[in-house]
Each structure stands twice: as C-alpha cells, then as structure tokens.
T-cell receptor, first 112, second 115 residues
Framework: GQQLNQSPQSMFIQEGEDVSMNCTSSSIFNTWLWYKQDPGEGPVLLIALYKAGELTSNGRLTAQFGITRKDSFLNISASIPSDVGIYFCAGYSGGGADGLTFGKGTHLIIQP | AAGVIQSPRHLIKEKRETATLKCYPIPRHDTVYWYQQGPGQDPQFLISFYEKMQSDKGSIPDRFSAQQFSDYHSELNMSSLELGDSALYFC??????????????FGPGTRLTVL
C-alpha cells in the first residue's frame, strides 16, 4: 500500500525556535492534511492543502503542497510550550479510496 | 462549532467479549470513517460509510463490522475481542457532497482495553 515518510521522527527545540517537518511519498496524493495529536486525544486538523504548489498559513503554521504532489512540509514559527505534541501528515488519494494514509508522526518536544 | 462525538470514551472488556463503539458525525456531514491507532502508531483506516452505504474498506478484521444509520451516526461492532484489539479507535467525518470533500475531522476517540 501507499506509505508516507515523515521526518524528523522527533525534535527537541528551545521555546521561540522555528520548526520544520516534512512528508514524502512515492505516490501522488490529491490532498495533504496536517494534524496535531495530544496524548490520548483525537487528531486535530491544522491545515488542509488541496492543490499542487499551494502554500497555506494558519497563524504561526505554514504548510505547502509539493508541486509533484508527492510531498508536503509544515513549518511552525516561534514555538511556544503548547506546541508540544505529535504532528501527523496525512494524504488522501481519492479514486474511491476513502482512508487517509498517515505518516509515522513527528514528536515535538520543547525545552524551557 | 460542533465536533465529532464518540462514546464511550473508555471501555474495558475481557477476551472473547463483544464491544460496540458509537460515533456521531459533525452535523450535515454525510460520511464517517473509522480508524484504529495502536500505542505509538499512526491511525490505520478500517472502514467508511457514505449515505449509509459502505464506501471503502481498509484493514478491518472480519470480527469487526460497522454500519451507518439513517441519522448518520455510526456504530463499530467488535466481536471475539483479542488482546491485540486494545487501541484507540477514532471516528472521523466529512462532507462528500461539496467542495474540498476530503477533509476529515476526527473525534476524541474511544480507548478500548482488552484484558
């Protein structure tokens, strides 16, 4: 099946630093979604990307849908303690396939 | 804004018992999806329903079944529970009949523990 390679697996940063994570795939996706998940909770949608090349911002978050439709990145600027959590990328391929394909997640840890 | 509602939030069962998880999608959403997330894993797609009909099937065991009702809520039925079924189960919903239809919103999940 389809796989998403998400990196880095974990990040240890200082408060106020910028963060960058990305996902790549050998398959084309029609939609890229970025979620944040806190322990024991459901994934919360951060940004949705629908067109190749699209660059979208949501507050301190910026994400882009790669031109090849096989990759996406998420940047977080000026990190704050509440940014701690696991960030997942997810791709939707369409064509009758409903399920999202998730990356393995990036665990963001902020050191005071 | 209203979100996806799941019940119960926590469930403890013995091996070989059955469990039923419920999902109430965001109002006016017509599609529900079920995912399973093991410890330290990413969510894995199980099954989806659109307008009360099964739409797509993922890695759902034969011991599990699901349906969507006329009010669009969905239930995941799990029988002959095994220890390996212990996981977080998420429901997500979306509106297929519209623009940007592939955006799935997740509920808070049901934590199932099989003893």
């Amino acid at each position: 099946g389809q796989q998403l390679n998400q990196s880095p697996q974990s990040m240890f940063i200082q408060e106020g630093e910028d963060v960058s994570m990305n996902c790549t795939s050998s398959s084309i996706f029609n939609t890229w979604l970025w979620y944040k998940q806190d322990p024991g909770e459901g994934p919360v949608l951060l940004i949705a990307l629908y067109k190749a090349g699209e660059l979208t911002s949501n507050g301190r978050l910026t994400a882009q849908f790669g031109i090849t439709r096989k990759d996406s990145f998420l940047n977080i600027s000026a990190s704050i303690p509440s940014d701690v959590g696991i960030y997942f990328c997810a791709g939707y391929s369409g064509g009758g396939a409903d399920g999202l394909t998730f990356g393995k997640g990036t665990h963001l840890i902020i050191q005071p | 804004a209203a979100g996806v509602i799941q019940s119960p939030r926590h469930l403890i069962k013995e091996k070989r018992e059955t469990a039923t998880l419920k999902c109430y999608p965001i109002p006016r959403h017509d599609t529900v999806y079920w995912y399973q997330q093991g410890p330290g894993q990413d969510p894995q797609f199980l099954i989806s329903f659109y307008e009360k009909m099964q739409s797509d099937k993922g890695s759902i065991p034969d011991r599990f079944s699901a349906q969507q009702f006329s009010d669009y809520h969905s239930e995941l039925n799990m029988s002959s529970l095994e220890l390996g079924d212990s996981a977080l189960y998420f429901c997500a919903s979306s509106l297929k009949a519209g623009e940007n239809t592939d955006t799935q919103y997740f509920g808070p999940g049901t934590r199932l523990t099989v003893l």
